[in-house]
């Protein structure tokens, strides 16, 4: 969805990128960084220290980068993001420290069936707060979730979908976390939406089985691995 021919260079073609997105490192170690803190609650009953939790981010995002193999956009990157996932990790710490929720399942991998369909995925969080199942997945993006993609993100569907084939009933909140904002924004889905994810999912199989891959303009292209194996890319020297 991202990009068709991003997916050709990894999937058809097994191109190893020789470097590695900033932002997506940047993301991955974020969301460790919030499961390391349920799973610190969930196994040693206990919630982790403001201080735990952001020596466990900087162990990631700082120490085990190697910087040869990160593409960031400028030389100012690494310390913008650097200060932001501080930033991130303080507003969650703040809304959280004293009632964060009991965990149920944390970084839970999924394979369902939709149709003729079998998808994997992974649900980020799974609590129980205050009496109500929540589905819970951490956003790391900068602005908060437009209306569109709050009716739209197959991602959200998704989750729903497969908590509730997991689970064998109804999540009483799905809801995605904005770290930015601290806000956390509840979400609906229902047959309707699941009914538009499949017609997705259609059209991207035909994509693939007609062997149409084309590349798709965003502003991800300026961190893709890729650049320099896509011939429409112009915007490095």
């Given amino acids: 969805m991202n990009c ?46 403001n201080t735990e939790l952001r020596e466990y981010w900087g162990d990631i995002w700082l120490n085990d980068l190697d910087i040869e193999k990160v593409l960031y956009n400028n030389s100012n990157e690494k310390s913008r993001l650097t200060k932001k996932g501080y930033s991130y990790l303080q507003k ?11 965990p149920i399942g944390v970084n839970v991998d999924y394979t369902i069936q939709l149709d003729k369909y079998s998808i994997s995925g992974n649900i980020e969080l799974i609590r129980s707060k205050n009496n109500k199942i929540q589905v819970v997945y951490f956003s790391t993006a900068q602005y908060q979730l437009s209306e569109f993609q709050i009716l ?34 509840f979400l ?12 997705t999912i259609d059209n991207i199989y035909n994509t693939i089985k007609e062997g149409r891959y084309w590349q798709r303009m965003s502003y991800l292209c300026t961190q893709c691995p890729y650049q320099d194996f896509c011939t429409n890319w112009t915007g490095k020297e």
């Fill in 4 to 49: 068709p021919l991003k997916y050709k260079f990894s999937h058809i073609n097994k191109i190893e990128p020789k470097e590695k997105s900033a932002r997506v490192l940047f993301r991955e170690s974020l969301h460790k960084t919030i499961q390391y803190f349920y799973n610190v609650i969930k196994n040693e009953e206990r919630i982790p220290s």
């Fill in 92 to 102: 969650f710490y703040q809304n959280n420290k004293y009632n964060p929720g009991i």
């Fill in 152 to 185: 739209n993100d197959i991602n959200y569907t998704l989750t729903s979908y497969a908590f509730r084939q997991m689970f064998g009933q109804k999540e009483d909140a799905l809801i995605s976390y904005h770290l930015a904002t601290g806000k956390e924004i």
């Fill in 188 to 199: 609906s889905r229902g047959r309707k939406d699941v009914e538009k994810v499949l017609t």
